[in-house]
């Protein structure tokens, strides 16, 4: 089993920035791909970065892009989302993933475990 846990959330002012942290504790391994997407009331959980085992390949939503930075610390079991430049349309709950079974992927149904989520809230 492993467990994600997601911080960092909180309300920021449009233009300001968050760093979201994801800690990966309990049967975590070095070789997983991990995930960020978001949630907002009513909608799909969307994409929105990845990052590979190695942390050489990263990927981004387009309506992220240039704007949010996903990284990674093995040595640390954790995984980060920086957030700059954030808009009222980034208002989501935002969820960490980890993925096992490839090296980095973009989908939502490739993701093996999932945190508990945590809040941003963006305010014009």
């Known amino acids: 089993q492993v467990q994600l846990v997601e911080s960092g959330g909180g309300l920021v002012q449009a233009g300001g920035s968050l760093r979201l942290s994801c800690a990966a504790s309990?049967?975590?391994?070095?070789?997983?791909?991990m995930g960020w997407f978001r949630q907002a009331p009513g909608k799909e959980r969307d994409f929105v970065a990845a990052?590979?085992?190695?942390?050489?390949?990263?990927y981004y939503a387009d309506s992220v892009k240039g704007r949010f930075t996903i990284s990674r610390d093995n040595a640390k079991n954790t995984v980060y989302l920086q957030m700059n430049s954030l808009k009222p349309e980034d208002t989501a709950v935002y969820y960490c993933?980890?993925?096992?079974?490839?090296?980095?992927?973009?989908?939502?149904?490739?993701?093996?475990?999932w945190g508990q989520g945590t809040q941003v809230t963006v305010s014009s």
């Open positions: 993933a980890a993925d096992y079974s490839v090296v980095v992927s973009t989908s939502l149904p490739d993701y093996d475990y």
């Open positions: 990052i590979s085992w190695s942390g050489g390949i990263t």
């Open positions: 309990g049967r975590t391994f070095t070789n997983y791909a």
